[in-house]
């Protein structure tokens, strides 16, 4: 993962070693973490990628196959990380993830209690926040699941930053020793109202407590109990509306309209072909468009976010 060492901030400036965590993107939608290992080869339909190759470049760089195909090999961030980790659980992704980590407050220092740590989307994302001396602690009762996210957060270098512990939240609360630590609380639990009178003993004066539920009944009942201790509560559905952007090629006769091409925005370039190149029937003109368009699969509602903050007592 990027350094979260403070001295070593523009690690992205740092060239590629053996060992190190790549992303290697093909496009946006063909993405995958791969540990690069001097002996070893990525291989995809554009051929086969030696990881030697790769070793003593910049992170970034476009990297060539054996049969000329390319792919680019990104610095591992939080960011890429949540398109890339194996679902073992429904995941945070970047619209949520982002508002959960300005509207909780989340800044270096940070002490972070998570519950449940599912495949460890927004736990890693919290932990870059929090770096380089918070920690964020996170709790889930499946023990499978915990031990594969603690395996994730070794494989992308976040570990420092986690502990993972297998624990009831609903049942059992958060440990006690966390009693009045917690800069922020978050929850992704199916019955959250179960744990939120133990948020509000982890809660430091002023802290911030975040629930995610997928169901508006599930909001409704926890902002019931929410009543009692805190104050601010407000819920929030973050909708993301991504565009596809691409070039597309036209063909134009001399007096067809040049009418509004793109929707939301478009560029031109205009390439002409001669008249003797065109039967003679009028200047075709080949115009290049940057095309931006609402994306056909948009991802709809996720789930709500209630973030209330801790009453003075
Ligand atoms: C939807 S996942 C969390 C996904 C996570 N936010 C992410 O971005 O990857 C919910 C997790 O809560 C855990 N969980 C459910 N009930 C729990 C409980 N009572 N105590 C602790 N963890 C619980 C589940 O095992 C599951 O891993």
Redesign the pocket.
Known sequence: MLSTDSSKRISFDRLICDEDLVIVYERHDRIKAVKVQKGSVFQNRFGVFKHSDWIGKPFGSKVLSNKGGFVFVLAPTPELWTLVLSH?????YLADISFVISYLEVVPGCVVLE?????????TSLARAVAPSGHVHT????EQ?AALAREDFERNGMSSLITVTV?????EGFPEEFCGAADSVFL???QPWLALPSVRRMLKQDGVLCS?SPCIEQVQRSCDVLQSGFTDIRTFEVLLRSYEVREERMMRTEGDQDGDLAGPFSRKRKQRIPHDANNGSGETTTTTTVMARPCREARGHTGYLTFARLACS
């Open positions: 073992r659980t429904q995941i945070l519950s449940g740590t599912g495949s460890g989307s927004l736990t709790f889930d009762f499946h699941r624990r009831d939240i609903q049942g992704d639990l199916p995610f």
